[in-house]
């Protein structure tokens, strides 16, 4: 019986130090531990153009959603970028699990330190304070032509090429344009 008593909590501890993690190492990178929608993102992957073959990188993978979905449903290789170990413990559990194939890869890594060459589409979910931070880093590293698609904040100094109004997804093109949301809607309604 004490045997039992002990493993059932060995278990309830464990669970509960990992759901802590999984919200804890987020916060402390200054984002939320919020996943996306499945149908905002096939809407974000649509308004990207993301073909077959392609690759795409989720900055900050998450539960590995993006990429499943990148991988399944648009036939493309998908990277995720995680900081979070149990995420990324979480991501590749499902890989190994199946339905990808080799299409879907995760790194346990700071997407301020990743190398985005090799990305055909960006896809990011942040906050606008962090898309400040980034946009330097994103502007150097990512090749020219490669879109990049952020869900519910925008480059404050940037003019998207796609703007979605009901789901708030915004997608640029590298190297972006000079501007704003407002630039672009100035032009839209001319
Ligand atoms: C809002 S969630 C988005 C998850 C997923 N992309 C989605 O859309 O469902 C942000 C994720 O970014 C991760 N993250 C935050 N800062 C990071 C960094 N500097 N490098 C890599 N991942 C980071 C967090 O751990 C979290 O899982």
């Known amino acids: 019986m004490s045997v039992l008593l002990l493993f059932v909590y060995g278990v309830s501890l464990a669970y509960f130090a990992l759901t802590l993690l999984w919200f804890l190492v987020p916060a402390f990178y200054g984002l939320p531990s919020k996943p996306t929608q499945p149908n905002r993102i096939r809407k974000a992957l649509r308004m990207a153009g993301l073909k077959e073959g392609e690759t795409l990188y989720d900055l900050g993978a998450g539960d590995g959603r993006v990429l499943f979905i990148a991988a399944r449903e648009f036939g493309a290789n998908a990277v995720g970028l995680e900081v979070g170990p149990v995420q990324v413990a979480f991501v ?42 980034l ?56």
């Open 92 to 133: 590749w559990l499902r890989i190994l699990l199946g339905g990808a194939g080799e299409r879907v890869r995760v790194r346990w890594a700071n997407y301020y330190r990743a190398d985005l060459s090799q990305a055909d589409v960006v896809f990011i979910y942040a906050t606008l304070r962090e898309l400040m931070k």
């Open 135 to 190: 946009a330097p880093h994103l502007q150097k590293q990512m090749r020219a032509g490669t879109r990049l698609v952020s869900i519910a904040a925008d480059f404050p100094e940037w003019e998207p090429t796609a703007f979605d109004e009901e789901s708030l997804i915004f997608v640029y093109e590298m190297p972006p344009r000079q501007g704003s949301l407002t630039t672009y809607l100035l032009k839209r309604t001319d």
